[in-house]
Nanobody, 126 residues
């Protein structure tokens, strides 16, 4: 069973920055059980939505259109981690951010065979 540990998050004012990190309990992006990791965001009463993901191939990054130009996702294969750098945060970025991992990116997400972290809260005030 793959375990994911999130860190980062917190409360900032609009325009501020935060960095989320997620560490996997086993090797990632090397053709093993995990070849895609990402971040999902959820707010009360809404479905969990994909914010960003990154696969094992160069150029496999995905960013939701609402965060393009502000967020960056990166990975460190040696540390089995991914990071989400969030700049110019907006109040609508507020939510609980969940790290997720799967064998492939199409399998990443709710209702699929994915692993999930416990979530970390991001609050952006106006």
């Amino acid at each position: 069973q793959v375990q994911l540990m999130e860190s980062g998050g917190g409360s900032v004012q609009a325009g501020g920055s935060l960095r989320l990190s997620c560490a996997a309990s086993e090797s990632t992006f090397v053709g093993g059980a995990i070849n895609c990791m990402g971040w999902f965001r959820q707010t009360a009463g809404k479905e969990r939505e994909r914010v960003a993901h990154i696969g094992h191939q160069e150029g496999s990054e995905y960013l939701h259109r609402s965060v393009k130009g502000r967020f960056t996702i990166s990975r460190d294969n040696a540390k089995n981690t991914i990071d989400l750098q969030m700049n110019n945060l907006k109040p609508e970025d507020t939510g609980t951010y969940y790290c997720a991992a799967a064998y492939t990116c199409p399998q990443l997400g709710p209702g699929h065979n994915s692993y999930w972290g416990r979530g970390t809260q991001v609050t952006v005030s106006a």
